[in-house]
């Protein structure tokens, strides 16, 4: 039986406790992106990740009796009792697979990277654009590795445009070609999306339909459930702890400066 009120989560996810419950009530999704040491003047620092912290969290989830599940295997029948998760990457950072790579084996957990086709081997572009620093991203032996450790490869756009800012023509193409150009590279099918940035609208959402994915994950965040549509999994952010004392005497300091 569920409760009447559900008491309000953490905005992300650094350890089980807090999520147990929710998590008990549908197929919840994690988010990654970057793992590892965060290099200096990084202006995104939630996006990363450390390793100790990471291959906790997967340990954690193993203990606790979890099994890992990719989108491609999430149906609407998944309930509770089956306690799985799954474990997603955005972007295709070479940290994320340096660091991710044995944790997963340890746990036996299998994950999906989302890929943006049209930088593999580079850089990412999107954000060095916008001042962010500079990481690598997957080259195609990399990726490779990947899928020969059991893991698999999803899209994310050609170029990881925010797709209902450019025009729909362009989003298409955007769309079906990083979905074309992975399985020409890789040799596998590719069903899974991710809307970059969880950018997303009806019209997007139609042409990833149209151009045949049948799931994609957002940023929105709650566990999916019977009524959740394929096409708009939610998922949960993983982030390091931010609540030390620091950080509350900081926040503190904050409130009560006149
Ligand atoms: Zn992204």
Redesign the pocket.
């Known amino acids: 039986m569920q409760p009447l009120t559900t008491p309000k989560l953490p905005q992300y996810y650094t350890r089980l406790a807090p999520f147990a419950g929710e998590f008990a009530t549908g197929s919840p999704i994690l988010t990654y992106?970057k793992l590892g040491p965060r290099p200096l003047r990084v202006r995104l620092k939630g996006l990363y990740l450390g390793e100790a912290l990471f291959r906790r969290q997967m340990h954690e989830l193993k203990e606790a009796g979890y099994r890992s599940f990719l989108p491609s295997e999430w149906s609407k029948d998944l309930t509770n009792s089956s306690q799985s998760i799954a474990i997603t990457f955005?972007?295709g950072l070479e940290n994320a697979l340096k660091y991710s790579v044995e944790p997963l084996r340890e746990t036996g957990f299998r994950a999906i990277q989302?890929l943006?086709p049209g930088l593999i081997g580079k850089e990412n572009a999107w954000e060095i654009a916008e001042g962010e620093a500079r990481e690598r991203l997957m080259d195609a032996p990399q990726i490779r590795d990947w899928i020969a450790a059991g893991h698999a490869i999803g899209a994310?756009t050609c170029t990881?445009p925010h797709l209902t800012r450019i025009p729909l023509a362009e989003a298409r193409k955007e769309i079906l070609a990083s979905r074309l150009r992975l399985e020409d590279q890789f040799g596998v099918p590719i069903r899974d999306f991710?809307y970059?940035?969880g950018d997303w609208n009806p019209d997007v959402r139609s042409l990833v339909e149209e151009a045949g994915f049948t799931t994609a994950c957002t940023t929105e965040s709650g566990v999916n459930r019977q009524g959740t549509d394929s096409l708009a999994l939610k998922r949960f952010t993983a982030r390091y702890a931010s609540r030390n004392w620091r950080n509350v005497l900081t926040g503190l300091q904050r409130l009560l400066r006149p």
Request: charged residues 20%; aromatic residues 20%; proline residues 10%.
């Open positions: 992106h955005d972007d989302f943006v994310h990881h991710c970059p940035y």
